[in-house]
């Protein structure tokens, strides 16, 4: 049996649904969790899905999946644009890595237009809100 995608979510994912709707969408993490169950179980995929608002969490996420999970999607929210300690995590790890945003980072504020993650990541998945995780899912599919 393939083990789960590991989907970490980060700082202020939390929020979502709250959190500047206009920009991030209606839906809620937890929506956003049973959707991918959803398509995960149309793939034949489980998937373990996670928020932390602490960016040593996630470097821990990232650490421990080498043994626990078949691939990784990862929307690190703000800590995609600063986070070199995540990218170094990413970095040590061999299983496909897919970065997803709800929001198109490209068409925002140039501080969203660079991301740490892309430069472990397989492939980015970017602006097509809540379906950003279900087109990262089928990605993630693909490349296992
Ligand atoms: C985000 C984009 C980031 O710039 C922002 O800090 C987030 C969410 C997105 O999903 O569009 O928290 O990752």
């Known amino acids: 049996m393939t083990k789960p995608v590991l989907i970490i979510n980060g700082p202020n994912l939390n929020q979502l649904g709250a959190r500047e709707p206009e920009i991030y969408g209606e839906q809620t993490l937890d929506e956003i969790d049973k959707l991918c169950q959803k398509i995960g179980l149309e793939l034949g995929l489980t998937t ?7 960016e040593g969490e996630i470097v821990d996420w990232v650490q421990e999946s080498i043994l626990q999970h078949s691939s990784i999607i990862i929307n690190g929210g703000a800590y995609s644009h ?15 890595i897919i970065e997803v945003h709800l929001s198109n980072i490209y068409q925002r504020e140039s501080y969203r237009q660079v991301s740490y993650i892309s430069k472990a990541a397989n492939g980015v998945i970017c602006g097509f809100g809540s379906d950003s995780y279900e087109l990262a899912l089928r990605a993630a599919y693909k490349l296992l």
């Open 48 to 54: 373990d899905f996670r928020q932390s608002n602490n």
């Open 82 to 96: 600063t986070s070199i300690a995540i990218l170094d995590a990413l970095r040590n790890i061999t299983i496909p």
